[in-house]
């Protein structure tokens, strides 16, 4: 079991930027592939990056993708959103997510909300205009 704790949101401008973080204690960090998820008010909880296990590869929804960036550092048991040229339509809760993947040997991320067990409480990100 791993348990996640998400910091870093805030309001800013439009097209200003964010760093999210996400750390993780309990089990081996480098064992979950990771995920950033978000909610809109209204809406229902959407896909917006994800990591491997090793960092060797990302995934990035198309509304967000070449201005955010996931990254993780796997000895400080943390996961980052880097998020650039923040949009108002930005404006949600942030969640990361961990998906254990060490037991299946799986290295690549995923999309799916489903697959991932472990859930943070979520940081709010609220971007003026």
């Known amino acids: 079991q791993v348990q996640l704790v998400e910091s870093g949101g805030g309001l800013v401008q439009a097209g200003g930027s964010l760093r999210l973080s996400c750390v993780a204690s309990?089990?081996?960090?480098?064992?979950?592939?990771m995920g950033w998820f978000r909610q809109a008010p209204g809406k229902e909880r959407e896909f917006e990056a994800a990591i491997s296990r090793s960092s060797s590869s990302t995934d990035y929804a198309d509304s967000v993708n070449g201005r955010f960036t996931i990254s993780r550092d796997n000895a400080k048991n943390t996961v980052y959103l880097q998020m650039n040229s923040l949009k108002p339509e930005d404006t949600a809760v942030y969640y990361c997510?961990?998906?254990?993947?060490?037991?299946?040997?799986?290295?690549?991320?995923?999309?799916?909300?489903?697959?991932?067990?472990?859930w943070g409480q979520g940081t709010q990100v609220t971007v003026s205009s």
């Open positions: 309990g089990r081996t960090f480098s064992s979950y592939v």
């Open positions: 997510a961990a998906l254990y993947a060490r037991g299946s040997g799986r290295d690549y991320p995923s999309r799916e909300l489903k697959e991932y067990r472990y």
